[in-house]
């Protein structure tokens, strides 16, 4: 995920844009720690 994305309920959900390409490995390990955080999102 680039550095300067900010994870908010508007982006959420916008994987492509959140996903970094160039560095999948750390993108992946962004997402998991991120994964308690979003769970309660959109209920």
Same mark, same amino acid.
């Given at each position: 995920?680039? *550095?300067? /994305?900010?994870?908010?309920?508007?982006?959420?959900? &916008?994987?492509?844009?959140?996903?970094?390409?160039?560095?999948?490995? &750390? /993108? *992946?390990?962004?997402?998991? &720690?991120?994964?308690?955080?979003?769970?309660?999102?959109?209920?």
């Amino acid at each position: 995920m680039p *550095e300067n /994305t900010k994870l908010n309920s508007s982006n959420i959900f &916008e994987f492509d844009k959140l996903w970094d390409y160039d560095n999948p490995a &750390e /993108t *992946e390990k962004k997402f998991k &720690e991120l994964l308690p955080a979003v769970k309660g999102f959109g209920q």
